[in-house]
C-alpha cells in the first residue's frame, strides 16, 4: 500500500504515547503482558498476538461514542470493551507501542456492500468515511493490520476472519465467502502518528451532514455513551 504525502517519516514519533495512544498507562501495559506472556518474542511475534487480541477481545460496535478524544483513549477502550474500527485501531497502535513496536494509524473511506439494515439507515449510506486500521513497523517496512470485525460478527456477515501473518498487509475483502461483494477502499487518507480526530469529525460532517451527526452527538450524551441498540441482533443485508 503507497502512502499519502502525510507519510509519517520519523519512525520515532510511533513510539512515543500520545493523549489517545496512551501507551504508558498501567492498563494498557498490562493488558500488552497479559497477551505477550513471560517469554521473549520478535516483534512480529508480538505484534500477531497483540492484534488476535484486539480483534476478538474487543467487541466491535458502530454505535460506539465517537466525538471527543477521551472515547478513542486506549486505555478506555480497554476499560469498555468495546469499539468501533477506529477505536480498535487505536488500542492494537497503544499496544504495540507499550512493547516497543513502533505503530500508527492509517485511515481510507470504504464502501460496505454488506451490513445491516438498520446501521445503513442510521449513517445514510454504505460509505464509511475515515475507516481506520494499525500499521506496525516490522523488519524494516509498515504493515497494516485491520483488527475491527471480531470472529463472532464475521460468522453473522459471512465473511472470513481477517487474519495477520507481521509480513503482509490485512486488509478487508473485496468479497464474502458467499462471493457476493463485500469491501471496496475508495480513498486513503494517509497514516498518522496520532489520532486526527477533527478531521474525521469534519469529513463526516461533510459525508453524512452536520445534522445528522448532531443527532447522534445528542443521542449519546442523552444515553451516557450506552446505546440500546443491539448491532448483533440486526438484519444483514447486501447490495
Avoid at 476499560?79 to 494509524?105: D, E, F, H, M, W
Avoid at 477502499?185 to 469529525?201: C, K, N, Q, S, T
Wanted: hydrophobic share 35%.
Amino acid at each position: 500500500m503507497h502512502d499519502a504525502p502525510s507519510e509519517i517519516k520519523d519512525v520515532n514519533a510511533c513510539r512515543i504515547p500520545t493523549e489517545t495512544i496512551d501507551s504508558d498507562h498501567p492498563r494498557v501495559a498490562g493488558y500488552a503482558r497479559k497477551v505477550i506472556g513471560d517469554d521473549p518474542a520478535s516483534h512480529r511475534q508480538m505484534a500477531i498476538a497483540l492484534y488476535y487480541a484486539v480483534r476478538d477481545g474487543i467487541r466491535y460496535d458502530p454505535y460506539y461514542p465517537f466525538y471527543l478524544a477521551g472515547h478513542y483513549r486506549a486505555s478506555n477502550i480497554i476499560k469498555s470493551g468495546r469499539g468501533y474500527c477506529v477505536s480498535k485501531a487505536v488500542l492494537l497502535c497503544a499496544l504495540a507501542r507499550a512493547v516497543g513496536i513502533p505503530a500508527r494509524l492509517g485511515f481510507a473511506d470504504v464502501r460496505n456492500h454488506i451490513a445491516t439494515r438498520q446501521l445503513l439507515d442510521f449513517i445514510g449510506t454504505n460509505l464509511f468515511v475515515y475507516h481506520g486500521y494499525t500499521q506496525f513497523y516490522l523488519e524494516d517496512k509498515w504493515v497494516s493490520a485491520t483488527p475491527a470485525f471480531n470472529l463472532s460478527l464475521c460468522r453473522l456477515h459471512k465473511v472470513d476472519p481477517l487474519d495477520f501473518d507481521g509480513r503482509s498487509d490485512s486488509l478487508f475483502q473485496p468479497y464474502n465467502n458467499q462471493r457476493k461483494r463485500f469491501m471496496e477502499y475508495v480513498r486513503y487518507h494517509g497514516h498518522f502518528p496520532d489520532l486526527p480526530l477533527e478531521a474525521i469529525l469534519e469529513a463526516w460532517r461533510s459525508a453524512y451532514g452536520n445534522d445528522r451527526v448532531a443527532g447522534w452527538i445528542r443521542a449519546s450524551e442523552q444515553s451516557g455513551g450506552n446505546t440500546s441498540r443491539n448491532f448483533y441482533g440486526e438484519d444483514v443485508i447486501s447490495d
